[in-house]
């Protein structure tokens, strides 16, 4: 069965210092996601990417944050100044089209330090 | 901002008996329901869902009731089995389906 592969599962960070997460999603998925879980906490909508570009965000998702899909296989996301509270697991997520078929990556533990 | 509530942290259930997982929302734009199931160190796995314009959705042990003028759905499980031990997820969906909104899970155990 087709995955969304996310790598790598574990990334330790020191405060300040950029991250980027990837993800390959499903390989005919249209639609791409970026959701995060803090540890006790729900699963958060941070961004929705289409058509090469941004086509919702949360409020979550702010400068610090980005997006892209630089080849047409990958699609990444990148914190620019990381601060303890990004400390999460960051799901990425893909889907084919207009159905509601999304399908989630193993996810990224982000520690900042 | 708590759209999508699970009042349960978690529920205890014994193998071959119902598990009954509860879901209440508050946001009334809400058309689309769907349940996940989620094991530690992996990603949310989809179970089942259900349109606004019906009121079950059945597959297989499991089961999803929508009561729409109450805001409440419920995930029936039956009959429970030690692998269905996991945290359930409800989310929902606005018309064009392109932000889930979580609730905070529900554990659910399934002892022999």
């Known amino acids: 069965e087709p995955e969304v592969t996310q790598t790598p599962s574990h990334q330790v960070t020191q405060m300040g210092q950029e991250v980027i997460l990837r993800c390959v999603p499903i390989?005919?998925?249209?639609?791409f996601y970026w959701y995060r879980q803090i540890l006790g906490q729900k699963v958060e909508f941070l961004v929705s990417?289409?058509?090469?570009?941004?086509?919702?965000k949360s409020e979550i998702f702010d400068d610090q944050f980005s997006v892209e899909r630089p080849d047409g296989s990958n699609f990444t996301l990148k914190i620019r100044s990381t601060k303890l509270e990004d400390s999460a697991m960051y799901f990425c997520?893909?889907?084919?089209?207009?159905?509601?078929?999304?399908?989630f990556g193993s996810g990224t533990r982000l520690t900042v330090v | 901002d708590q759209q999508v509530k699970q009042n349960s942290p978690s529920l205890s259930v014994q193998e071959g008996r119902i598990s009954i997982l509860n879901c209440d929302y508050t946001?009334?734009?809400?058309?689309?329901f769907l349940w996940y199931k989620k094991y530690p160190a992996e990603g949310p796995t989809f179970l089942i869902s259900?349109?606004?314009?019906?009121d079950k959705n059945e597959d297989g042990r499991f089961t999803v009731f929508l009561n729409k003028s109450a805001k409440h759905l419920s995930l029936h499980i039956v009959p429970s089995q030690p692998g269905d031990s996991a945290v359930y997820f409800c989310?929902?969906?606005?018309?064009?389906?392109?932000?889930?909104?979580f609730g905070t899970g529900t554990q659910l155990k399934v002892e022999l």
């Open positions: 259900i349109s606004s314009i019906k």
């Open positions: 989310a929902a969906l606005t018309g064009g389906g392109n932000k889930l909104t």
């Open positions: 990417f289409y058509n090469n570009e941004i086509s919702e």
């Open positions: 997520a893909s889907k084919q089209g207009g159905d509601y078929g999304y399908t």
């Open positions: 946001n009334s734009m809400f058309d689309y």
């Open positions: 390989s005919n998925h249209l639609y």
